[in-house]
């Protein structure tokens, strides 16, 4: 029997049995929930699938932020079991300032928290200091940064450079980075090598 109140969506999910109506009930909770993690916008990562960042919570961010219904999580330097990840947080700092903000005083809010992360992090690897030359061709983000004079932004440049170009095929092509001038290369020469 035809009832003017029961819209056409109404009429079928009441003709469906019991589990069908809840398995409708939970797919339709479950691209809910996919919405709401896709629809917000993620920072900078590096090797990090877009769905591992998807799925942290926001703690492993420095700041969230939210406009107009729109959030951002800037900053993602924790893992998924809350852990400090040391090459993501250099990368981070290293990226920094290509991030875009809200509210500008967020900003410093992130970057203040990250160079705690950061200053921690320095302290301990100094404490062991460098036990053999950095291969500039294989090191990592948290090797780079122990040299003198290069920091998380220098750190990015020389492995972002090392992607684009393959191998450096001296120590005196490092000075082909941007950054690197005569003075920082005379400071790191003696500290790194290419193989």
Known sequence: MYCPRKSIIH???YSLDKKS????FWLTLLCLS?????????GRCQGWPGIKTRLLSDECFSVVESDAGTRKRHCPHHDLNGKLDEEQLIYVLGTFEKET???????????????????????????????????INRA???????????????A???????????????????????GIGRGTFNAIRHYISID
Do not use: C
């Open 11 to 13: 009429g079928f999910i």
């Open 21 to 24: 109506r809840l398995l409708t």
């Open 34 to 42: 996919v919405f709401v993690i896709w629809n917000q916008d993620i």
């Open 101 to 135: 903000w809200f509210n500008p005083k967020n900003k410093m809010v992130s970057k203040k928290h990250l160079e705690k992360h950061y200053n921690r992090f320095m302290a301990k690897a100094m404490t062991n200091g460098l036990k053999s030359p950095v291969n």
């Open 140 to 154: 990592t983000l948290t090797e780079l940064v122990m040299l003198p004079q290069v920091g998380p932004v220098l």
């Open 156 to 178: 990015v440049k020389i492995v972002e450079y090392r992607n684009r170009h393959n191998l450096y095929m001296t120590i005196n092509d490092i000075e082909k980075v941007d």
